[in-house]
């Protein structure tokens, strides 16, 4: 069974920031390219990042390029997101998901606030 596990958020300043980390097991990590998605409060779902399999290929939406990087360890079975120069619009739940699975953690919540 897919497994993801994120982990990482919490509540931060405006400026400042946090690296979030998603644990995977139950198929071939290296396999896949793997997508944060966040969602928040009140609003639906958010693409933010992909980065494909070998990790040499990223991609990030407008609200969050040139803010945050997407990296992966493969030998790990592990993604991260380092979010730099939080804005309180990045105030959401964030997911990892591998593409083309049906899989979700349970998502960790980030807070940027005064």
């Known amino acids: 069974e897919v497994q993801l596990v994120e982990s990482g958020g919490g509540l931060v300043q405006p400026g400042g920031s946090l690296r979030l980390s998603c644990a995977a097991s139950?198929?071939?990590?290296?396999?896949?390219?793997m997508s944060w998605v966040r969602q928040a409060p009140g609003k639906g779902l958010e693409w933010v990042s992909v980065?494909?399999?070998?990790?040499?290929?990223?991609s990030y939406a407008d609200s969050v390029k040139g803010r945050f990087t997407i990296s992966r360890d493969n030998a790990k079975n592990t993604l991260y997101l380092q979010m730099n120069s939080l804005k309180p619009e990045d105030t959401a739940v964030y997911y990892c998901a591998p593409a083309g699975l049906d899989a979700w953690g349970q998502g960790t919540l980030v807070t940027v606030s005064s």
């Open positions: 980065i494909n399999s070998g990790g040499g290929t990223t």
């Open positions: 139950g198929f071939t990590f290296s396999s896949y390219a």
